[in-house]
Every structure is written in C-alpha cells, then in structure tokens.
C-alpha cells in the first residue's frame, strides 16, 4: 500500500552507505548539483528553512543536537497515544526514533540525519517528520554546505466519516506497486514541498500529491495522484497520473485539489490555456495465489503513446516482479527519455535527479533476493543484479524522431554492471543491525567501449528502540 505521511523510520538508528560509480556519470551529476546548490532557493511553500555554505563543525553539532532530542522525546508518543501500526505503513501509531545516513564517494560526503516521533492533539496524534543534510569535500571542510531535507506534518482526520490523512511541510513520496524500487514516485531525499492527502476505505485507497519543484528555476508544479483498488481478494489493480507544469493557468489550484479527476484533461476544458506541460499516465496490478505474488507496473509518457494511437514516440518504462516463497525478483526497462519533456522545466525531476525510478532513464535492471530467517532474530539475504545504462540522462530531449529512435534505448555505449548481493539482520529487544553490501565488475565503464572498472556499495546500520 502507497505511504504518504509516515515514512520507515521506527527507531534510533545509525546507517551508512558507500558507493562506488562511473566517474564520468559521477562527475556530470556532482557538477550539476553544485550548480543548483550555489543558486538554490525553495520555491513558495518550500521557503521553511534552507542553511547556506557553513563549516563542517556547525553540521555536526546540528546532527548531535537532532539525535539528543530523537532519544530525549522518542519515549512521549507511545506513552501518550497508542495506535494500530499493523494495519497501514502509514497509520498513525506509537513509532519515533531517528536516523543518520551518509553516503562517501571519492572523498565526496553527503550527509542526513532525521528525526521521527509523534505528537498527542486531543485524541488523534500528530507526525512530525524532519531531516537535515549536509554535503562536501573530506579534505576540505570549509566546503560544506547543509540544508533542511524534510519538514514535514501529517494527521489523520474524520470527514464525514471517511478516514483522510492530511500532510504538508517537505518530504518526498513514495507510492507505486513496486517492492524493491517503483516508477511512480520513489521516495528519495531531497523533498520537495507538497501538500498530499490520502482517502482509504476497505478495499480501495486514493492518494494525491501536490508539489513545488521550483529551484532557482521560475515556476514548476508537480501533481502525483494513485488509486489502488481491490478488485477481488486475490486481485488488486492501480492507475496513477503525473503532470509536471512550467506555467499557470486560471482555476488551477481549484482543479489540481480535485480528487481522482485526471490532469490530462484539463489539456480540454473549455477556455482554459493550460501552457506548456508534461504528463505521464500509469497503471499496475498485482496477483496473489498460492505460488506467490505476481506485480507490475506501466508508465507511459504523453498518453496515449502506444499501440500506434498518435504519433508520439513510445517513451514508457516497465516494471515486472514476483515475491516465491522467500524470493524476490524485479525486473525494470526504461527507454531514454521515459520522464523528460521538450519543455525543459517540465522534466519528472528535482534539481537533476530523477523523482521516479533510481534508472532515472535509458537502462533496465534484473534484481534477485533470496531472504531465509537463521533464527528468530537473524536474517540473512543473498542475490545479485545485472544493470544496463545508456549515456541518455533524466532532461535530455530529442531535435528529431529520427534522433529518439536512434537513442531510444541503451544509446551510446551501454555501461554494465553485473553484482552479488548479501546482506543480513540481527535484531534484540532494545536494537538491531543490519549490513548489505553489492560488488561486482563493470564493463564499458563511464561508457567507453572494452573500460573495465569494479562497483561496490555497502549499506549497514543500528537501530536503538525508542520506548
């Protein structure tokens, strides 16, 4: 089920992340996030609070101080309200903790730590989600610069008897089919500001997002929405819609808060010149039987773009899996410019990052995980992956169909990147640790042909439970 107001986080915990990509790919993208970080600002909801270029020391006393308070406050909710956390990832329940995450890559460090817990308000309980990062050279802490990553606020309310869920602030949404990555909306800081609600009734849920992705770019709205309806009791099926907009248009803010009332469609409503735009329709399904459960997901850019209906070009990604037993195994296609525009501001991204799949475009991926319980409290995981990625990037476009369908998937020389994957959980009463880690050779690396290189990225963590 998608998740709007409540992410992961049920614990203090402590978790790292170091990774090893091409250079070339690494350097373009560290290059266009320095850009946008010297001329950076939050758009009009967005200006809640941003830190400028600051010393390595402030940072790390900001984290300090965030964590004290994680450990000082985490034991209050639970004590003063006790909700069903089984039910939904995102109902309101007694979960608070806090977490750090930092990724170091060639002496490059990026940094969050965020902090979780809820509040009592009369009888309901009120989330409060927040998360500081900081990013820079090692070598050279006058370097560093920080920012807010997540302020954000959510609370279950009654409106005419129908559980809604209302939040604002900055965050970022994950909703989609996907179990290991999805390609509506995947999550991954940096936030951008939003306003969501979600509406759920017994055998359906409705979400819908609302953002700004204005960063020293001028005028950009994103609107997420996803309906996820159980069809029969082993069938579930989904539809979903993006827009990324570059201009205004009258009445928009009254047509955008419309629940289930498709973006496109506004491309048709009398009078209305709605400006220059991209919209991206989706769909999924997921079967369960006594084998397994089967899942998949469909984007499509400029719908309809398929089957021959019009003449836009078949830009789509496609995302297919299955949970057997104890494994997992996703596979996911993104032909190049699968969320880019020819309208430059109205590209699916946030400050050069894709917002839905981590492929971002151009690439498919084949992910195994074999996960067995050692004992009660100890799990342990095993698999791999293979990834192929062309040189096309999230905001590129195309002059000519002949171009698109030259580039249209694995353009260039494709990079691949073939990995083993073990990882393993070990939880107690009051802590757990977990460790993962991916490594693997890669050929025609940073896209040259007969390159070789080597990636490796290792993940691990401690989680202390807040009481």
């Not at 010297?38 to 402030?58: F, P, Y």
């Not at 030259?406 to 009463?429: C, D, H, I, K, W």
């Not at 880690?437 to 290792?458: M, R, T």
Request: charged letters at 20%; glycine letters at 12%.
């Amino acid at each position: 089920m998608p998740t709007v107001l409540s992410g992961e986080v049920i614990a203090a915990s402590v978790s790292g992340r170091f990774e090893g990509e091409g250079m070339a790919k690494r350097m373009r993208r560290m290059r266009r996030m320095r850009r946008m970080r010297r001329v950076g600002r939050m758009g009009d909801m967005g200006r809640i609070w941003r830190m400028g270029r600051i010393g390595a020391m402030r940072h790390g006393v900001m984290a300090f101080v965030l964590w004290l308070v994680c450990i000082s406050v985490g034991a209050l909710p639970a004590a003063a309200y006790t909700g069903d956390a089984s039910s939904s990832d995102s109902d309101v329940g007694s979960r608070s903790g806090a977490a750090v995450d930092f990724t170091v890559n060639r002496g490059e460090l990026d940094a969050t730590i965020s902090v979780q817990t809820q509040l009592p308000v009369g009888e309901r309980a009120v989330e409060l989600q927040v998360a500081h990062g900081f990013s820079g050279k090692l070598e050279s802490p006058d370097t560093f610069s920080g920012e807010l990553q997540r302020l954000y606020v959510g609370a279950p309310l009654q409106v005419f008897g129908t559980p809604i869920d209302i939040g604002i602030g900055k965050t970022a949404h994950r909703l989609g089919r996907g179990r290991l990555e999805t390609l509506l909306s995947s999550g991954a800081l940096p936030g951008y500001p939003s306003l969501a609600y979600r509406v759920h009734g017994d055998r359906y849920e409705y979400t819908k997002v609302l953002g700004d992705l204005d960063y020293n770019e001028g005028y950009r709205r994103v609107g997420v929405h996803y309906l996820d309806y159980e069809l029969t009791p082993s069938l579930n099926i989904g539809a979903g819609e993006i827009y990324v907009r570059s201009q205004p248009f009258a009445g928009d803010i009254f047509y955008d808060v419309l629940p289930v009332v498709p973006f496109y469609f506004h491309k048709y409503l009398p009078g209305v010149k709605s400006g220059p735009g991209n919209n991206l329709i989706y769909g999924d399904a997921e079967l369960r039987t006594e084998q397994g459960t089967f899942y998949g997901e469909l984007l499509v850019n400029e719908f309809p773009a398929l089957l021959g209906m019009t003449s836009n070009p078949p830009l789509y990604s496609l995302l297919l899996g299955a949970e057997l037993g104890p494994f997992a195994v996703e596979y996911a296609r993104l032909t190049n410019y699968a969320y880019s525009n020819g309208d430059a501001k109205s590209v699916y991204a946030y400050r050069g990052r894709g917002l839905g799949h981590s492929l971002e475009t151009d690439g498919d991926i084949f992910d195994v995980r074999w996960r067995h319980a050692l004992a009660s409290n100890l799990k342990l995981t095993l698999g791999g992956m293979v990834k192929r990625q062309g040189e096309g990037e999230v905001d590129d476009w195309f002059a000519s169909r002949a171009e698109q369908e030259a580039n249209a998937f694995l353009s260039g020389t494709p990079e691949r990147t073939v990995a083993a994957v073990a990882g393993v959980e070990y939880s107690q009463e009051r802590w757990d640790v977990h460790f993962e880690i991916k490594a693997g050779p890669v050929q025609n690396e940073d896209h040259v042909a007969g390159a070789s290189g080597f990636f490796y990225e290792l993940r691990y963590g401690l989680a202390l439970k807040a009481f």
